[in-house]
């Protein structure tokens, strides 16, 4: 996780961005631009780029991230769009659009880029190079914004440098963004929802769907307000989750990491050799086979809180909070 990678940026042109999607396919890192802002993007299909991705921005927890695609008919492979959905999609995709819509059953993006939920945010970009990018990987690219966690979001590939340099493999240098602030997020899995104001202005959603877009209550998570787009976003088991636990009751299920002590009961390894890159891409899909065995609790063995570790653990500890 400390390796330092030779960055390299290199101007978008025809040639680049088959090399950059070529580094994508290897499991890489292509920082690239959209009309918004620049993104980190990873391949969204496999669950171990989606975990350096993580590791490179520092992120203390797996907020879920949004799949950047081709269009309409690459979108409906991955989610449901009701009639709203589609009216949206027609009149603002490509753009500064980002809908959360139901994800298909056979969604191909890791459970690890959608945080364990069972909804997808999807947008379109229109910025010319995001598009040859997108057309030429020709899978789902995830990409939250290329900056540290904490930092402001990049706008040009130099704000990009300063962040990530050493971090990821590749940053794809169009110029500035012209939008400058991200997407907005409107959820679509009953009334629509404004998660997250941004590039499109409310008032223009409004008109297409020719209804308000509801606004969430401020979610209050202990005394800190949370963040729009965090609203619903935990995956909950339904199992209770233990936590730190060195060895598992005869009811429960086992969610080892590193050497695990013989059980009888259903058990899973997030990695056996103790990798945090491995664990964090299998955590939500391992949660979420152990839930459906039916058990009581799930009990889950300590993992470090290093690199990807803290919000592995992060994840966890919600898992095993008590249900409201
Ligand atoms: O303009 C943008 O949207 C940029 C460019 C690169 O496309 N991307 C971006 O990503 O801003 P990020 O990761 O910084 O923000 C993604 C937001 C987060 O607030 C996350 O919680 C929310 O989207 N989100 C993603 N999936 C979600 C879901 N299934 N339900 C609710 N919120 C979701
Ligand atoms: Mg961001």
Not at 163 to 184: A, H, K, M, N, Y
Not at 238 to 259: I, T, Y
């Amino acid at each position: 996780m400390t390796v330092e990678l030779a960055t390299r940026v290199l101007p978008a042109d025809p040639a680049t961005i088959e090399t950059a999607s070529a580094c994508l396919e290897a499991g890489g890192l292509v920082a690239f631009p959209t009309e918004t802002v620049y993104g980190l993007g990873a391949d969204a299909t496999q669950g171990e780029a989606v975990a350096r991705l993580y590791a490179a921005k520092g992120r203390p927890a797996f907020n879920p991230l949004i799949s950047h695609v081709t269009g309409l008919v690459a979108a409906r492979k991955l989610a449901r769009l009701d009639a709203d959905a589609e009216r949206l999609a027609q009149a603002f995709w490509p753009g500064p659009l980002t809908l959360v819509l139901p994800k298909q059953p056979d969604c191909p993006v890791s459970d690890l880029a959608t945080a364990g939920l069972d909804s997808i945010a999807l947008r379109v970009p229109a910025q010319r190079t995001a598009r040859a990018l997108l057309e030429a990987f020709g899978k789902p690219v995830v990409a939250p914004s290329a900056n540290r966690s904490g930092h402001v979001s990049p706008t040009d590939a130099g704000h990009v440098l300063a962040d990530l340099r050493g971090r990821i493999d590749l940053i794809l240098d169009d110029g500035p963004c012209p939008v400058g602030v991200e997407s907005t997020i409107v959820a679509l899995l009953g009334e629509p929802t404004l998660l997250r104001p941004g590039g499109l202005p409310r008032g223009d959603i409004e008109r297409v769907l020719v209804r308000p877009l509801r606004t969430p209550e401020r979610a209050v998570d202990g005394d800190a307000p949370l963040a729009p787009g965090m609203l619903a976003s935990h995956y909950a088991p339904r199992a209770k989750v233990r936590l730190n636990a060195e060895r598992p009751h005869a009811d429960e299920a086992l969610l080892a990491f590193g050497p695990a002590p013989a059980f009888a009961g259903p058990v899973l390894n997030l990695s056996p050799n103790g990798d945090l890159v491995e664990a964090a891409a299998k955590l939500f899909s391992y949660l979420r086979r152990l839930d459906a065995a039916g058990v009581a609790a799930i009990a889950v063995m300590p993992v470090p809180n290093e690199g990807l570790g803290e919000a592995i653990n992060d994840r966890l500890a919600r898992a095993a909070a008590p249900k409201a």
